[in-house]
T-cell receptor, first 116, second 113 residues
């Protein structure tokens, strides 16, 4: 079964520093990959998604992610953290093939803390 | 366009009761998926409906069920509630059947006492 691993349940950065949140997937065939963000007491909001077009994907709020097939990774980055980026981030995957398009499999989440 | 709406937002029930949660997708979206979010298990897929048919189902007991109506609105039901069913239940909608973006609602927080 398809799975996704997020390394680091908590990441802490200073305001203005680089944000790097790690995500690795387990599949020999590249899946569809997503990053979502969840603010307290809210649902999930899509940051960006990879669907086999460009390997460098730009999302909202200055975030981007690079798909690396050789490393089975899809890490999320932002050059300069802002206090408003403090939230929980989820990497998610949909396997290719068409039978489970409506089923997102999520990583365990990474809580991002931004210090002033 | 209005986003995905879920009702109620908060719910308190006691063990053994049953509960029904409602989800209205974004206008024009025909696929609705449900997820359970808990601190221990994270986000887990419950089921997905498209055009009133269940297309996928997660690994949850039969106490968890759902349905979708002709207007794409969906409900999920949990019977014989257990303490472990306390969770945030999230509904997501997408336009059709491809690997499309799922848009999430704010969730229904269920507390079982």
């Amino acid at each position: 079964a398809q799975s996704v691993t997020q390394l680091g349940s908590h990441v802490s950065v200073s305001e203005g520093a680089l944000v790097l949140l790690r995500c690795n997937y387990s599949s020999s065939v590249p899946p569809y990959l997503f990053w979502y963000v969840q603010y307290p007491n809210q649902g999930l909001q899509l940051l960006l998604k990879y669907t086999s077009a460009a390997t460098l994907v730009k999302g909202i709020n200055g975030f981007e992610a690079e798909f690396k097939k050789s490393e089975t990774s899809f890490h999320l980055t932002k050059p300069s953290a802002h206090m408003s980026d403090a939230a929980e981030y989820f990497c998610a995957v949909i396997p290719p093939g068409g039978t489970s398009y409506g089923k997102l499999t999520f990583g365990q989440g990474t809580i991002l803390t931004v210090h002033p | 366009k209005a986003g995905v709406t879920q009702t109620p937002r908060y719910l308190i029930k006691t063990r053994g009761q049953q509960v029904t949660l409602s989800c209205s997708p974004i206008s024009g979206h025909r696929s609705v998926s449900w997820y359970q979010q808990t601190p221990g298990q994270g986000l887990q897929f419950l089921f997905e409906y498209f055009s009133e048919t269940q297309r996928n189902k997660g690994n949850f007991p039969g106490r968890f069920s759902g349905r979708q109506f002709s207007n794409s609105r969906s409900e999920m039901n949990v019977s014989t509630l257990e303490l472990g069913d306390s969770a945030l239940y999230l509904c997501a909608s997408s336009f059709s059947t491809g690997p499309e973006t799922q848009y999430f609602g704010p969730g229904t927080r269920l507390l079982v006492l």
